[in-house]
């Protein structure tokens, strides 16, 4: 176990709360399975857009963003089986540097929306992988008030930035996406024009 | 054949104005050429591409995805479980490697099966010529706008001119 006892670590919707709080008007990005669930739950808003399938593309897609929108702050939660499954995506944002991209990876080690079956995240460090490849600001936190602390730093600093928050299993109650596909496209795309 | 700069300028002018992928020699003009004018992003995996076009697409550009036809396979889930039920539309510039059978053996089965796939999973896609340019592309930028999912443009080799590697 790498981190401090199970008792100060957050679940995900108390961090992704942590960082909603900080959040303005900036686009966001959010992975497939609960983490969209829980964001739709906790603070819907037209510039999210949760993806409900495509696992492993979350960087992706806000990468796509980021480049079309260097004006603005691109914010992705993704998840630690997420980034694996699409690990070359690291070595893509680490070589073209957007300034404006935040990396938020909520990393429970495990595949929770499926059964909690363990990750490698558990003993591959995801946030060593995003330093060796290019990533700028890279960060891993526990505790709210360093989630707080880093984020408000990675708003403020040029990118691209990682900050992998280490989280218990927990997961908040929370309904399907009650949107259509088609719906949150328009939405979407209709909040950055 | 057609070469690699009035290509692009086709495609710009149907509006195309993001482009990504992954590299293959019969569409090495092409990335040569927007490398050269500085719109050409490179993706490592193709199923990143269609990811990265469809940010592109959010932040209000036309994009377009450049792969071989082997990629179309890492390719079809993002391009299933996100643009066809999320109505997000892309170019998809594909090589036809493995064009009646004459490739190496790794074309082979994607070369005869390729049509019939994007067929399955209902991608609109013609084939591009040489003679049929303008119209392949009132075509493509035609499907794009009025369907909003990905449209494959198929290239065979010669019909674009490309670099010798």
Known sequence: MIGPEEGVMQSRAQAMAAIFELMTDQPLIVCNGFPSREACK?????????????????AGIGLGLALAQPQKTVVVFDGDGNVLMGLGTLATIGALKPKNLIHVVFDNEVYGTTGNQPTYSRVVGLDKMARAAGYVNVERVWEKEDIVYEFKAMLADSGPSFLLI????QLEEADRIAFTPPEMTKRFKESLS | MVEADDFVKGLQGIGFDFFTGVPDTILGGIIAHLTEEGLYTPAVREDEAVAMAAGAYFGGKTPAVLMQNSGLGNALNVLESLNLIYRIPCLLLVSWRGFEGKDAPEHLVMGETMTTLLD???????????????????????????????VALLLKKSIVKTVQP
Do not use: C
């Open chain 2, 120 to 150: 399955t999973v209902k991608i609109p896609h013609r084939t591009l010529s040489a003679e049929t340019m303008v119209d392949d592309l009132q075509w493509t930028a035609k499907t794009f706008m009025e369907q909003r999912i990905p």
């Open chain 1, 166 to 169: 280490k989280i218990n299993e």
């Open chain 1, 42 to 58: 906790l603070r819907d808003r037209d510039q999210n857009f949760y993806m409900i399938g495509s696992m492993g593309v979350t």
